[in-house]
């Protein structure tokens, strides 16, 4: 069974910035479009950005944040720069296989004033 395992999230002030990676196992990350979601607190989850044969960001963090992978470590990895505290939330990776699945359990992103 695939295996998603998000880390580097942490607390961060406004304007800061994190890497958020996303371990995959049993996978072929390069063989997939792979994503980012995020679900704030009170909030649905919401599309941030994805990569397979094109790269796609939503509005909100477009020009902030960056997704790329490495195929050799089945990694996939999102840079965050420029946060802002609209930027809190539990951050997931996802696969793409028609539908987005096999969701990780997250890693929260918090970012202070």
């Known amino acids: 069974q695939v295996q998603l395992v998000e880390s580097g999230g942490g607390l961060v002030q406004a304007g800061g910035s994190l890497r958020l990676s996303c371990a995959a196992s049993?996978?072929?990350?390069?063989?997939?479009?792979m994503g980012w979601f995020r679900q704030a607190p009170g909030k649905e989850r919401e599309f941030v950005a994805a990569?397979?044969?094109?790269?796609v960001y939503s509005d909100s963090v477009k020009g902030r944040f960056t997704i790329s992978r490495d195929n050799a470590k089945k990694t996939t990895y999102l840079q965050m720069n420029s946060l802002k505290p609209e930027d809190t939330a539990v951050y997931y990776c996802?696969?793409?296989?028609?539908?987005?699945?096999?969701w990780g359990k997250g890693t929260l992103v918090t970012v202070s004033a």
């Open positions: 990569t397979g044969s094109s790269t």
């Open positions: 996802a696969r793409n296989t028609g539908q987005w699945g096999d």
């Open positions: 049993r996978l072929t990350v390069g063989n997939y479009a």
